[in-house]
C-alpha cells in the first residue's frame, strides 16, 4: 500500500492534508439550544419566584424607614433579618431549579451532542484521507475503549458544566440583590439588574458551547491522527476575521503532536484546545509510517 501511495503522490515521503476539515458547527448549535433550554428553565423558575423576591425587598425598605424614624429595630438588625429571608429565598430557588430540568434529561442532550460530534469528525477524517491520499476507510476504524473513554469524560465534564451554569447565574444575582439592598436600590431597579444578568449570563453560556465543542472537536482530531501513526500537523486558521492575531503567527507551521506550540502568555496548546479556537490541524502524512489500512479495522486499543 505504501508503495501505491508514493507513486500517488509522485514520490513523496510526506503529504500534508489536502482538505481542510469542517468546523462541527451542527453539533455546536445543538450545544446552544440545549444550554439556551437550561436557562430557559432557570428563567422560569426565577420569574415565578421575582413577586416573592419583591415582597421580601419591599418589606424591608418599609423596616428600614421605620428604623431610620426611631420606630423600629436598628439598621444592622434589619440587614441580617433580610440577609437570612433573602438567602431562604435564592437556596429554595436552587433546590427547585436542580429539580426542574432534571438530570437524565441533561444527560441524554449532552450524550447526542458527543455522538453528532463523533459522527462529524470521523466524516471530515474520512474526506481528509480520501482527498489527500485516495483511500476509502471505514467508520469502524474508529471504534473501541479508547474513543469511548474519551466521550465519555467529556459527556462527564460538559453535566457538570452546563448545571454549574444557572447555580453561578443565581449566585450574582443573589449578590446583586444584597449589595442594592444595603445601597437602598428601589425594588423594581433590583429586579431589572437581576434581568440584566440574565440576559449576560445567557451569552456566557453560548460562549461556553462554542468553546467545549471546539475542544472535543481537537481531542477527536488528535486521536484519529496519531492513531494513524500522525506525529506531525500544519496549523491552520479559521480564515476569518475573528482570528486572534496569536494565531494567525501560528497558520501554516509544522508542529509536533507531542510538543504543543505557545500561543500567547506561555500558553501551550493545539489547534481547538485554545479558548474559543476554530483552528484545524492539517495531518502531515509520514507515508512510510502511516497507519490506514484500505480495510476498516478496530482500533488497537479496544
Not at 439550544?33 to 415582597?55: D, F, G, T, W
Not at 425598605?61 to 433580610?82: C, F, I, P, W
Not at 481528509?128 to 474508529?142: A, P, Q, R
Not at 474519551?150 to 458544566?161: F, P, Q, R
Request: with cysteine; aromatic share 8%.
Amino acid at each position: 500500500m505504501r508503495k501505491e501511495l508514493k507513486k500517488m503522490q509522485h514520490g513523496k515521503k510526506e503529504v500534508t492534508a489536502r482538505y481542510h476539515a469542517k468546523y462541527p458547527e451542527s453539533a455546536e448549535r445543538e450545544y446552544i439550544r440545549l444550554c439556551n433550554a437550561y436557562m430557559a428553565m432557570e428563567k422560569q423558575v426565577l420569574m415565578k419566584h421575582i413577586p416573592e423576591l419583591s415582597r421580601i425587598l419591599e418589606d424591608g425598605a418599609e423596616m428600614r424607614r421605620d428604623a431610620a424614624s426611631g420606630n423600629g429595630k436598628g439598621q444592622e438588625g434589619l440587614t441580617l433579618g433580610m440577609m437570612r429571608r433573602l438567602r431562604r429565598f435564592f437556596a429554595n430557588i436552587r433546590k427547585e431549579l436542580d429539580t426542574a430540568f432534571g438530570l437524565k434529561r441533561l444527560t441524554a442532550g449532552i450524550e447526542k451532542i458527543a455522538a453528532q460530534n463523533r459522527r462529524l469528525t470521523v466524516k471530515e477524517w474520512k474526506k481528509t484521507v480520501s482527498k489527500t491520499l485516495g483511500i476509502d476507510i471505514m467508520e469502524d476504524y474508529f471504534s473501541g475503549g479508547v474513543y469511548e473513554e474519551m466521550l465519555k469524560e467529556w459527556i462527564s465534564e460538559n453535566i457538570d458544566l452546563i448545571k454549574a451554569v444557572p447555580q453561578a447565574s443565581l449566585e450574582k444575582m443573589e449578590g446583586i440583590v444584597y449589595a442594592n439592598f444595603r445601597k437602598g436600590t428601589t425594588t423594581p431597579n433590583i429586579v431589572k439588574e437581576i434581568q440584566r444578568q440574565y440576559g449576560m449570563d445567557k451569552r456566557h453560556a453560548k460562549l461556553i458551547a462554542r468553546d467545549q465543542t471546539a475542544k472535543l472537536n481537537a481531542a477527536l482530531t488528535k486521536y484519529q491522527q496519531t492513531d494513524a501513526g500522525i506525529t506531525h500537523y500544519k496549523w491552520s486558521d479559521s480564515r476569518d476575521s475573528r482570528v486572534r492575531e496569536s494565531h494567525k503567527r501560528l497558520n501554516g507551521r509544522i508542529f509536533s503532536w507531542d510538543n504543543p506550540p505557545e500561543t500567547e502568555h506561555g500558553r501551550k496548546c493545539h489547534p481547538g484546545q485554545d479558548y474559543q479556537c476554530r483552528c484545524c490541524a492539517l495531518a502531515v502524512f509520514d507515508i512510510d509510517n502511516i497507519d490506514l489500512p484500505m480495510e476498516g479495522r478496530r482500533e488497537k486499543n479496544a
